[in-house]
């Protein structure tokens, strides 16, 4: 088996290229392709042979955002795709481990059950438990769920037990500390700040994580590459999001722009600081009425921005953003060196795969109405930070332009790599050389439809 120090300091990222084809066969054959160019695969034991340890609990998570797009696109720009699930599954299982589980925490709006039905996923997962008991089935990390009534949040609360989950608080090691003050500034989209405040203050910084992820030996990352509005893409990194049980540990951004101390939106804009005061009413009531009559308020304001042009909003979907990426590469120090009894070790505890379904990318206003983006790639590594940067290059983006990929290299106290962002690799169907020099060759497609607010992250045909 590989030691766990080697995800640190693995630079290579492998290309798997084939179709623009989600059959099970030609996934299959590219995921075999990838898994003997990086070494994990074993004659006897499979794709996963030399990664997955005899008698080791995996956990796979895939990215299972959302039951429908948010656009007229469907749900391939828009999930991990069914078929790489099933194909590293089964390709798990022969590794003959103890148990494997899929879990993901999706949107609190999601249906999971009607996505599992969309994807095929739930007669699958069926079937597939009662032919093997070592498979537990796909599991929703989700405490809380909601729907929204006249533009009203209304919450179930608790579905599933705390000790289903470890408590951490990073306190002044998270990455969040440098930016935390008493003003209680953190914001999740529709949701209470004052929830967040109580997990996020100055020396207390919380995560609510899934036992099936801390527990687990092996976790195994299956990210969708897509633009994301807040954080400019989500691949490997961004996708650890998703091991959160309740959105109030997540802060996504902090109030107001930049001359208030806020990262939302990069200008002053007293529309935009109007319409964070009547969200903050609407998210702090539990009344129907009341929340009627504040969702009521917000209309005309936010006609007001459509009039002037704004096409950023009020969700921190730009790229100042100085809180995602925080919160993101918290949750992969936790996944790395996370133990049982909630403390963080000074050496990786299990091991941490990535594959990238990049076979339809998402391209747009990703991550809930991505447009798709035809690749034909599945990118697969052992180290996140390196993955992300090959994704941000295939997106057409300049990766030092883009935060959470760019801090993942830096000297953090919990390392999440042992190398810099140029030693990363490429090695498969692409040819053997380092990434940014392979990369930075090939024309900028300028098809590519971005966020409105990373566009400045976008690299010109010029840049080589």
Not at 15 to 34: H, K, N, P, T
Not at 92 to 114: E, S, T
Not at 207 to 225: F, H
Request: glycine letters at 10%; charged letters at 25%.
């Amino acid at each position: 088996m590989k030691p766990l120090n080697a995800q640190l300091e693995d630079a290579r990222v492998a290309v798997a290229r084939q179709a623009v084809d989600y059959s099970d066969d030609v996934v299959a054959q590219s995921l075999v392709r990838l898994t003997k160019e990086l070494g994990w695969c074993d004659e006897e034991r499979g794709p996963f042979g030399r990664i997955v340890p005899r008698g080791a609990r995996v956990c796979i998570k895939p990215n299972l955002v959302l039951h429908e797009n948010q656009g007229p696109w469907g749900m391939e720009p828009l999930v991990t795709h069914q078929a790489l699930i099933r194909a590293v599954v089964e390709a798990v299982l022969r590794a003959n481990p103890r148990q494997v589980v899929i879990g993901d925490a999706p949107i609190q709006g999601c249906d999971f059950g009607r996505m599992l039905q969309q994807m095929g996923l739930d007669t699958w997962s069926t079937e597939l438990m009662q032919r093997d008991a070592r498979f537990k089935g796909i599991r929703d990390f989700r405490r809380t769920i909601c729907t929204v009534v006249g533009g009203v949040r209304q919450a179930t609360e608790n579905l599933l037990p705390e000790d289903e989950f470890v408590l951490f608080d990073l306190g002044r090691e998270s990455l969040l500390e440098p930016i935390t003050d008493q003003g209680q500034n953190f914001r999740v989209t529709c949701y209470d700040p004052r929830l967040l405040a109580a997990r996020h203050a100055p020396g207390r910084h919380q995560y609510l994580v899934s036992r099936d992820i801390i527990e687990a030996d092996v976790v195994i990352n299956l990210p969708k590459l897509k633009t994301h509005k807040k954080a400019g893409l989500t691949c490997a990194l961004k996708n650890l999001i998703g091991i959160n049980g309740n959105k109030e540990f997540l802060p996504h951004h902090r109030i107001g722009g930049p001359d208030a101390g806020g990262d939302c939106y990069p200008e002053r804009n007293r529309i935009k600081r109007a319409l964070e005061y009547v969200y903050d009413r609407k998210n702090m009531t539990s009344g129907m009425f009341t929340g009627r009559f504040w969702h009521m308020m917000a209309l005309p304001l936010h006609r007001a921005l459509r009039l002037m042009g704004d096409e950023m909003g009020i969700e921190g979907s730009w790229s100042g953003n100085d809180t995602i990426w925080r919160t993101c590469l918290d949750l992969n120090a936790i996944l790395l060196y996370g133990r049982v009894d909630a403390t963080l070790a000074d050496e990786p505890q299990r091991q941490v795969v990535h594959i990238v379904d990049a076979i339809v990318a998402g391209q747009g206003d990703g991550p809930l109405a991505p447009q798709p983006l035809p690749m034909g790639l599945i990118l697969a590594g052992q180290n996140a930070a390196a993955v992300d940067r090959v994704g941000a290059w295939l997106l057409g983006y300049d990766p030092e332009r883009i935060p959470i990929v760019r801090e993942a290299f830096g000297q953090l106290r919990y390392r999440l790599t042992a190398f810099s962002g140029a030693d990363v690799v490429l090695v498969g169907d692409w040819g053997t050389g380092r990434a940014d020099e392979l990369l930075k060759a090939g024309k900028q497609s300028e098809s590519i439809i971005y966020p409105a607010g990373w566009r400045d992250a976008v690299r010109s045909n010029t840049e080589v």
